[in-house]
T-cell receptor
Framework: DAGITQSPRHKVTETGTPVTLRCHQT?????MYWYRQDPGHGLRLIHYSYGVKDTDKGEVSDGYSVSRSKTEDFLLTLESATSSQTSVYFC???????????FGEGSRLTVL | QQQVKQSPQSLIVQKGGISIINCAYENTAFDYFPWYQQFPGKGPALLIAIRPDVSEKKEGRFTISFNKSAKQFSLHIMDSQPGDSATYFCAASTANYGQNFVFGPGTRLSVLP
């Protein structure tokens, strides 16, 4: 257990509404990641963080923003949700010196 | 060049059989090749990983075979069990940084009792 908690685990929202997903870790890891998982696409990186207030874009960052004001929390925001953002979102941390990604249990988002 | 291809998309195997999942990559800079296992409703978890300085790595019933010249690697599950039924993702990465991970599209394995 890498001490990763995602919230909410499930959310249904309407097109055009803002949505924030939260990832909380308890083990002080520097690197944190947000992925989305869609059938046929595997896991695709949205944004990542390499420290407090240090973030960068991933492969599919359009329509998403992130913030990391504390080491333990990494927030993913959809400013105006669209149906194409219906997906399962996973937060992950990189284990120190191991090269292993530890994933949370996911947040399933449905945009109607 | 960043893509990792994975096949088959789905696989059905009888209990006790061998499950084989194949992946191929293009970027020769990749130097870390993990396999992740994901059960329904859960996040992926590292199953086994290999670096290109060896051609094979075995952990229990799970073996990675790596062919550097062909830019291919595969996961073999020996004596497959119903509890192995899950989705398997291969991935490739450079320099041990998560932002460099590229995942395959996944293989859904079903092991019949």
């Amino acid at each position: 257990d890498a001490g990763i908690t995602q919230s909410p685990r499930h959310k249904v929202t309407e097109t055009g509404t803002p949505v924030t997903l939260r990832c909380h870790q308890t083990e002080n890891h520097r690197y944190m990641y947000w992925y989305r998982q869609d059938p046929g696409h595997g896991l695709r990186l949205i944004h990542y963080s390499y420290g407090v207030k240090d973030t960068d874009k991933g492969e599919v960052s359009d329509g998403y923003s992130v913030s990391r004001s504390k080491t333990e929390d990494f927030l993913l925001t959809l400013e105006s949700a669209t149906s194409s953002q219906t997906s399962v979102y996973f937060c992950a941390i990189m284990g120190a010196n191991t090269g292993e990604l530890f994933f949370g249990e996911g947040s399933r988002l449905t945009v109607l | 060049q960043q893509q990792v291809k994975q096949s088959p998309q789905s696989l059905i195997v009888q209990k006790g059989g061998i499950s084989i999942i194949n992946c191929a990559y293009e970027n020769t800079a990749f130097d870390y090749f993990p396999w992740y296992q994901q059960f329904p409703g859960k996040g992926p978890a590292l199953l086994i990983a290999i670096r290109p300085d060896v051609s094979e790595k075995k952990e229990g019933r799970f073996t990675i075979s790596f062919n550097k010249s062909a830019k291919q690697f595969s996961l073999h599950i020996m004596d497959s069990q119903p509890g192995d039924s899950a989705t398997y993702f291969c991935a490739a990465s450079t320099a041990n940084y998560g932002q460099n991970f590229v995942f395959g599209p996944g293989t859904r394995l079903s092991v019949l009792p």
